[in-house]
């Protein structure tokens, strides 16, 4: 029977981390379609949500069946219901990641990104690839250190959300209104993608050390 449990929790582990990939990959691509106007790779993000939608469902069966045949405690308590945590955080960066191709479709064949805002959601998407791919690392080798830098590392994603908004409140954006709706909320699905997975990384360091991380 232990060795069945220890299996399904492997299972659970597998699953998380092929989410942490999917989404990572999914956003890659989101920013590739938002700043070339690739209508076709956007349409794959916004179908391929329906992928991570799915790991997202086997995990919570999984973790479900679980805590109904095994009653698991300590730190076995601790990974099945930190799982539930952490996938609902990977979904919701596949839904940010598919509103950024919508974003792209909406405004298909112009590209949805002036000139002006290019470099800094670029950046933006660098910062939240970078993140995701941390997470990624920590799910597949926990590692409360690496867990705990994400905290940090986010901080890089604010301080380009606030450049983001200086340059659409500045005098010389010459866009219009519904270019600068779209860059903020644009700036906000990058800059919320990084926190569910700062969040991920907060639930990973409960998990191995058994305590909350404190933040600043």
Request: hydrophobic share 50%; aromatic share 4%; glycine share 6%.
């Amino acid at each position: 029977m232990r060795t069945e449990f220890h299996a399904d929790l492997d299972e659970v582990r597998a699953l998380l981390v092929a989410m942490a990939d999917e989404v990572r990959a999914a956003m890659r691509r989101a920013t590739a379609a938002l700043l070339n106007a690739d209508a076709g790779v956007a349409e794959g993000v916004v179908t391929g949500d329906a992928a991570v939608n799915q790991l997202h469902k086997e995990v919570e069966e999984k973790v479900y069946a679980l805590l109904a045949r095994q009653a698991p405690v300590a730190s076995d308590l601790r990974l099945v219901v930190t799982a539930l945590h952490i996938a609902a955080d990977f979904e919701r960066m596949g839904d940010l990641a598919k509103h950024v191709a919508k974003t792209a479709l909406r405004r298909h064949p112009v590209r949805a990104v002036p000139d002006d805002l290019v470099t800094v959601i670029r950046d933006m998407a660098d910062v939240a690839d970078r993140i995701a791919g941390k997470i990624s690392q920590v799910m597949a080798n926990p590692d409360a250190t690496l867990a705990a830098e994400l905290e940090t590392d986010d901080d890089a994603m604010d301080e380009l959300h606030k450049g983001l908004f200086v340059v659409l409140l500045g005098a010389a954006w010459k866009h219009g209104v519904e270019s600068a709706i779209d860059g903020a909320l644009l700036g906000r699905f990058y800059e919320r993608f990084a926190d569910h997975a700062v969040n991920a990384g907060h639930h990973m360091f409960f998990l191995v050390t058994g305590e909350t991380m404190q933040t600043t």
